[in-house]
């Protein structure tokens, strides 16, 4: 359970990138209450549609053109009725340089990817990349080589869509059909030689500085004859914030 609390936790990052927000200059964000949009969305609307929909109810401009992102928080992991773990972490990106710290008292854990090459403070530990699963994705609709697709027609459902990246990681995205918003996603990708499925419900959004992040949300990982529950909560969050360079150094 200790190394599979590292496991799940790093693959957290990779799928979730907003929740609770701070403004440019670090100053604590007013939340804004939601009021939710609502859209027309047509019966024949074509997958690329579908995620402009939703890349618009989510902020748009705003949500696509976020600069910095750091985070801050923690994350209840279960994989039995009886056992819950508490970690804390810290991400922070820059464009595609990107930081990972999980201090815990059973294998803290640092990965650093610095725009050429990854390093991990364990060895032969790595996860997908961060900007290619996930909500992350949203911000890279429109750019080339991100596949904008129906799903397979084992899972399509109505509103739904596919972006797959350029090395073949995929997330499927399924829309709310009142306000456009995501309601939940699913990605499947491979972390060290596992097969890991993970899917997302958001409970809950909050309006930050016009851009609509998830405040509250479940997320469950299938592995090989193990189910994990993670409930994650974001204490502090920087979006355009400045990010020294010097960060994204070496993880050794």
Request: hydrophobic share 35%.
């Amino acid at each position: 359970m200790k190394k599979m609390l590292i496991f799940v936790l790093t693959a957290i990052f990779a799928v979730n990138a907003f929740a609770q927000t701070k403004d440019k200059k670090g100053e604590k964000a007013t939340a804004k209450p939601i009021a939710t949009p609502t859209v027309t969305i047509k019966a024949d609307a074509t997958p690329a549609e579908l995620a402009q929909i939703a890349l618009k109810a989510h902020g748009g401009d705003k949500f696509k053109n976020m600069k910095t992102l750091v985070i801050r928080g923690t994350a209840d992991v279960s994989g039995s009725p009886t056992q819950t773990i508490r970690a804390t972490f810290i991400f922070v990106s820059s464009g595609e340089k990107y930081r990972i710290d999980i201090p815990n008292p059973f294998q803290p854990l640092k990965q650093v990817y610095d725009g050429e090459q990854t390093t991990s403070s364990i060895n032969g530990f790595y996860f997908p990349p961060l900007n290619r699963i996930g909500l992350a994705l949203l911000t890279k609709i429109g750019e080339k080589d991100f596949v904008i697709s129906a799903l397979t027609e084992k899972s399509q459902t109505k509103n739904s869509f596919r972006i797959t990246s350029p090395e073949g990681y995929y997330t499927d995205f399924y829309l709310n059909e009142k306000s456009g918003q995501i309601k939940s996603y699913k990605s499947s990708f491979d972390v060290n030689g596992r097969t890991v499925t993970t899917s997302v419900e958001i409970d809950k959004f909050r309006n930050v500085e016009n851009v609509i992040v998830p405040e509250q949300y479940s997320q469950r990982f299938e592995l090989t004859n193990l189910s994990i529950y993670v409930s994650f909560k974001a204490k502090e969050i920087l979006v355009n914030s400045p990010v020294a360079d010097d960060i994204f150094g070496t993880a050794n």
